[in-house]
């Protein structure tokens, strides 16, 4: 599987409700529940928030994501998704060139 970062940005707090945020946690518990979210949460000192999923294709990773209710209501007017290169020590941190692994 494949691994998405998606951000959301642009907090409007003033659309923010009890029922919002109750059908905002409902999905991540959906998306936990089914191995999709991989990790989640705000930014501290910022308005904007993350979500790690994993998903096979960027099609169902943008489904995914674009369905939470805080998107779908508004409460942040901009999202977007990403696919992410992870970068590890099993791909020596995406380094391909044999003669600069060996120097590692």
Known sequence: MKKYIGSLQEKTPELL?????LSHVRHLHYLEKTGALLLC???K???????LLQADSLLEAQLLF??????QKG???NCVIHELVEANSE??????APELIGRL
């Open 75 to 77: 409460y942040y007017r």
């Open 41 to 43: 949460g705000p930014l």
């Open 17 to 21: 409700t009890d029922e919002l945020l």
């Open 91 to 96: 791909n020596h941190f995406l380094i391909s």
């Open 66 to 71: 674009f369905s939470d209710p805080f998107i």
């Open 45 to 51: 000192d910022s308005n904007q928030a993350f979500q």
